[in-house]
């Protein structure tokens, strides 16, 4: 019987971990595509057309580069929606999160997205 419950844990916390840390690139591929990756940042190019949902996806903290702005809908991962509008040339950063945007107007919205990656441990400087 422990035994039952320790697989049941298991496959339990591998579908939320999977749920909570969608790939962007992966789960909205016909909208999202990585344009450049390193071991410090990860840009993306994201085309969301009008009426069109994203699936629900992870970032960790990351600048927004708007270059097609327009009405949005946004679904957090605890259940809140927001609307919201995004201006063309408008820059954003956000910090880490788990959610869903939805275009709610009438044009494509176009963003650049530059995600950012842990720090590389930095070497003290050595006096001599």
């Known amino acids: 019987m422990h ?16 749920a909570q840390g969608q790939d962007p690139a992966v789960v909205n591929a016909k909208t999202i ?3 450049f990756e390193n071991d410090r940042v ?31 809908r946004n679904y957090a991962s605890d259940g809140s929606v927001t609307e919201g509008e995004l201006k063309a040339g408008e820059v954003l950063f956000r910090e880490p999160l788990t959610h869903a945007a939805e275009n709610i107007g009438d044009k494509p919205l176009h963003m650049i997205l530059v995600e ?7 070497e003290a400087p050595t006096s001599r």
Do not use: D, W
């Not at 035994?3 to 999977?18: E, K, N, P, Q, Y």
């Not at 990860?42 to 702005?69: C, D, T």
């Not at 950012?116 to 930095?122: I, M, P, W």
């Open 116 to 122: 950012l990656k842990g720090e590389k441990s930095k």
């Open 33 to 35: 595509k990585v344009r």
């Open 42 to 72: 990860r840009v993306l190019e994201a085309n969301l057309p009008p009426g069109v949902k994203e699936q629900v996806h992870s970032h960790p903290a990351y600048v927004i580069y708007v270059l097609q702005g327009g009405p949005y």
């Open 3 to 18: 035994i039952r419950s320790v697989i049941i844990f298991v496959i339990t916390a591998a579908c939320v971990t999977a």
